[in-house]
């Protein structure tokens, strides 16, 4: 079985603070997909990145940046100078190579960015 | 391409009703599922297709159905609806390419049961 941990619940940061949020993973497989999405108060989810296991390269967009351990089973979202539309509920998610239907989510970390 | 689509946005129902909650795609996928979000939880796997006539369950499908006769569509139903199945459901279909697997969500459905 598999399993994503966002032990963060909930962060507030003032504007233009970073921040780090974290997702520990556990799966069997050697082959899976990793996910972040956001989640704003209106309600829809926003696919942010997908990285597959075999790519641990850390990647940056912007003020977005990923850093992807599979030796930590970790793949942690750091947002750098946040701001106030940053506010929303971001969830890490897991999907195992063979079950494209069942994405595996961690409880969400709700992020507070005030100014 | 309209993406996935989700209808009603919103419904109340009283407790021991029933009623489907639509999902639609255009996009061609092969795999659908149904997701469950309730505070504190994350989402929750309902039950998913991974093709027309093929359905399986997920994490928590007690209490819905599910069928897949077209490619398109994907409809859950509540067959007695309780208060605990008081929650938001997304909708999502999904498609493998080269790059990995890209999963597209629909608006999402609210549903009270009191």
């Known amino acids: 079985a598999q399993k994503v941990t966002q032990a963060q619940t909930e962060i507030s940061v003032v504007e233009k603070e970073d921040v780090t949020l974290d997702c520990v993973y556990e799966?069997?497989?050697?082959?899976?997909?990793l996910f972040w999405y956001k989640q704003p108060p209106s309600g829809e989810l926003v696919f942010l990145i997908r990285?597959?296991?075999?790519?641990?390269q850390n990647e940056i967009s912007g003020r977005y940046s990923w850093n992807f351990q599979k030796s930590t089973s970790s793949f942690n979202f750091t947002i750098t100078a946040s701001q106030v539309v940053d506010s929303a509920v971001y969830f890490c998610?897991?999907?195992?190579?063979?079950?494209?239907?069942?994405?595996?989510f961690g409880t969400g970390t709700r992020l507070q960015v005030t100014l | 391409n309209a993406g996935v689509t989700q209808t009603p946005k919103f419904q109340v129902l009283k407790t021991g009703q029933s009623m489907t909650l639509q999902c639609a795609q255009d996009?061609?996928?092969?795999?659908m599922s149904w997701y469950r979000q309730d505070p504190g939880m994350g989402l929750r796997l309902i039950h998913y297709?991974?093709?027309?006539?093929?359905?399986d369950q997920g994490e928590v499908p007690n209490g819905y159905n599910v069928s897949r006769s077209t490619t398109e569509d994907f409809p859950l139903r509540l067959l007695s609806a309780a208060p605990s199945q008081t929650s938001v459901y997304f909708c999502?279909?999904?498609?493998?390419?080269?790059?990995?697997?890209?999963?597209?969500f629909g608006p999402g459905t609210r549903l009270t049961v009191t």
């Open positions: 999502a279909s999904s498609i493998l390419l080269q790059q990995g697997y890209e999963q597209y």
């Open positions: 990285r597959n296991s075999f790519d641990e």
């Open positions: 996009m061609n996928h092969e795999y």
């Open positions: 297709s991974v093709g027309a006539g093929i359905t």
């Open positions: 998610a897991l999907i195992n190579t063979g079950t494209a239907s069942k994405l595996t």
């Open positions: 799966t069997r497989d050697t082959t899976y997909y």
